[in-house]
């Protein structure tokens, strides 16, 4: 028989490779907290680097032992004693951002990079269990019945949403760099947002023909052509007018300079895996009069209601990105697929 004041959780016992699935306590919500009990949760590129053990991942996370884990759908079980107008029963989704809700930002409609910013699943146990606490005020009530699988990728979807919002690309020419799931869900936004011709750029052959199904009319294989290159050829020399670099790989923002039309917007949404050197100063920066935006992660709460509505009114299906589904209790086995390069979006089941 269960024991309700435990629960199952993948959790980073020790330093190196790999997570081990055991039986922890359960949390309990303090006062400005709810429990939820996890639907559905998705894997993030840094939950990947926790489980390799990556320099950067030991710089994200609090210590161990450490439960991983922010994207997912929940339903709340229990609420602290000071949080209002959240009940028990109602489905929710985790925004990883938990703000202080004091500082400048904060007080200014900046709560998504807040100051003093904590991050669930990363500063604080995260979603990779049965159970997980969050402060109420990261908490996203669902408006619609969006199943579980879907739900729990608006925290990534929203990135995208974002991203392509930024930048604009209605009627113009889009360049995708990077076509994981936050290249592709951007991919899918731009092509109903009416953007004229998407190109993206990728490595990974299975990853371009999920780009194509997402809506790229021109999939650009790095490994066989130059992007800047390409870019021009497939805009008579001008250059793409709307960039979203979303790859994070070292020298891609340097490389979409290049690639952008005079006047061009760029938006960074991959995390550069390096310093960041602009080589050509005056050609590909200075005499472009660009706009250069970084984001992180999705406005509270106006990104997550558009992101749910267009989600929820099948105005834009993300479902292929979902390559796989795998029980939580196999949690390695799952990032292992996305390390071979044999997945997109991997989610993992509670309780299996």
């Known amino acids: 028989m269960e024991d309700a ?55 994200l996370i609090q210590g161990l032992p450490f439960i991983p884990g922010h994207e997912c759908s929940a ?28 500082c400048y930002q904060c007080t200014h409609g900046l ?3 807040c100051k003093n910013l904590v991050l669930f699943g990363h500063r604080v146990d995260g979603c990779f269990a049965e159970y997980a606490v969050i402060p109420a005020r990261s908490v996203y ?3 619609t019945d969006l199943r579980p699988e879907l739900a729990c990728l608006l925290e990534p979807f929203g990135v995208s949403l974002r991203g392509v919002q930024e930048v604009a690309p209605e009627g113009d020419t889009l360049l995708v760099n990077g076509c994981g799931p936050i290249g592709v869900f ?11 011709k998407i190109l993206a750029a990728e490595l990974h052959p299975m990853r371009l023909s999920l780009a194509r199904a997402m809506g790229a009319e021109v999939a650009i294989d790095l490994n066989e052509v130059d992007l800047r290159q390409a870019v021009l050829n497939e805009t008579e020399g001008d250059g793409a007018g709307c960039i979203i670099e979303a790859s994070g790989a070292a020298g891609a923002v340097t490389a979409c300079l ?4 005079k006047g061009g917007r760029i938006v960074v949404l991959g995390n550069p895996k390096g310093s960041v050197e602009i080589r050509d100063v005056m050609p590909d920066l200075m005499h472009k009069e660009l706009t250069l935006k970084t984001l992180h992660g999705r406005r509270m709460y106006g990104t997550w209601e558009h992101a749910e509505a267009l989600l929820a009114s099948g105005a834009t299906d993300i479902s292929p990105v979902i390559t796989h589904t795998f029980p939580m209790s196999r949690v390695d086995e799952a990032m292992e697929t996305i390390l071979r390069g044999e997945a997109c979006k991997v989610e993992l089941e509670p309780g299996r």
């Open 5 to 59: 004041a435990t629960m199952m959780a993948v959790v980073k016992t020790r330093a190196g490779r790999g997570y081990d699935y055991v039986r922890v306590p359960r949390p309990e919500p303090r006062p400005d907290e709810v429990l939820l009990r996890i639907e559905r949760a998705a894997i993030c590129g840094t939950d990947v680097l926790v489980h390799k053990w990556d320099p950067l991942a030991q710089e």
């Open 75 to 102: 339903q709340v079980v229990d609420v602290g004693d000071d949080v209002a107008g959240i009940s028990v029963g109602a489905r929710v989704c985790a925004e990883t951002h938990i703000p202080c809700g004091t």
């Open 111 to 113: 709560q998504h990079i």
């Open 141 to 143: 009530p669902l408006r």
């Open 186 to 196: 951007a991919i899918a936004i731009a092509r109903h947002a009416g953007a004229k």
């Open 258 to 261: 290049g690639c952008l039309r």
